[in-house]
């Protein structure tokens, strides 16, 4: 039986900075700026006044870089994005489930894992959040459900992340590799597979350079050139 949402409090060594601002939008598969946006917030002006927007989640961001947890919601924001919802409705859906969940980080928590799609599919149209029965029923089934599912938790919070699925063997773990995406039990990191691939050179040839196998290499290019940005 799971414990109580209350007692979830993330670690430091998921909320350290471990990425850049551009590194993040690069392993997340956003364009760039998006990160800090997101986690720091933006002003523009409209209408010749200065506006202000808050981001998506409180408490995400620092000024030397991003953590592992800023990632994952990162990524969450974004697919929630892909299916239309607004960064102001994000940040409702957010602050609902921090009260709900009873955690200051709901996304990346195992209990959102289990009990947000409650929260997604049985709110109706009078509700806080307005978002309607059947968008967060589709947003849950086509987009959240299959990303938290390629999510590993250690003590109820995500601390490894595998891009492609548990069955493509590229992984994102903080405490692994400096954090960024590697072939899984090889610390061979993606990007630079990449580097060997944009220069033209056979994939057999990278397998073999690296010590790893041409499906590894393989996976490594599917989530450089098909994942990131």
Same mark, same amino acid.
């Given at each position: 039986m799971m414990s109580s949402a209350s %007692?979830?409090?993330?670690? *430091?060594? $998921?909320?350290? *900075? !471990?990425?850049?601002? /551009? &590194? /993040?939008?690069?392993? /997340?598969?956003?364009?760039?700026?998006? #990160?800090?946006?997101? $986690?720091k917030g933006y002003k523009y002006w409209y209408s010749e006044v200065e506006h202000t927007q808050? *981001? +998506?989640?409180?408490?995400?961001? =620092? &000024? #030397?870089?991003? %953590?592992? +947890?800023? $990632?994952? &919601?990162?990524?969450?924001?974004?697919?929630?994005?892909s299916?239309?919802? #607004? $960064?102001?409705?994000?940040?409702?859906?957010?602050?609902?489930?921090?009260?709900? !969940?009873? #955690?200051?980080r709901p996304l990346v928590t195992e209990t959102f894992k289990f009990k947000g799609r409650d929260i997604f599919v049985q709110i109706s149209d009078g509700y806080l959040m307005n978002v309607g029965r059947q968008k967060g029923m589709q947003a849950w089934g086509e @987009? !959240?459900? *299959?990303?938290?599912?390629?999510?590993?938790?250690?003590? =109820?919070?995500?601390s490894r992340w595998w891009p492609l699925g548990r069955d493509e063997p590229v992984v994102v773990d903080p405490d692994y590799g400096f954090g960024v995406p590697v072939i899984a039990g090889t610390g061979v990191r993606t990007e630079s597979i990449a580097e060997r691939v944009r220069a033209k050179e056979p994939v057999e040839e990278i397998a073999q350079d690296f010590g @790893? &196998?041409?499906?590894?290499?393989k996976a490594a290019i599917r989530y450089e050139f098909s994942e990131a940005a």
């Open positions: %007692s979830y409090s993330v670690g *430091p060594g $998921l909320t350290r *900075p !471990l990425y850049s601002y /551009a &590194e /993040a939008d690069r392993i /997340a598969g956003v364009s760039k700026g998006t #990160s800090k946006r997101w $986690l808050p *981001p +998506v989640s409180p408490n995400s961001g =620092h &000024e #030397s870089g991003v %953590s592992f +947890v800023d $990632l994952i &919601e990162v990524v969450a924001t974004d697919k929630l994005r299916r239309g919802f #607004s $960064l102001r409705k994000i940040r409702q859906i957010n602050e609902f489930c921090q009260v709900s !969940l009873k #955690s200051n @987009v !959240l459900d *299959p990303f938290l599912e390629t999510l590993d938790y250690k003590d =109820h919070i995500a @790893v &196998e041409v499906y590894q290499v």
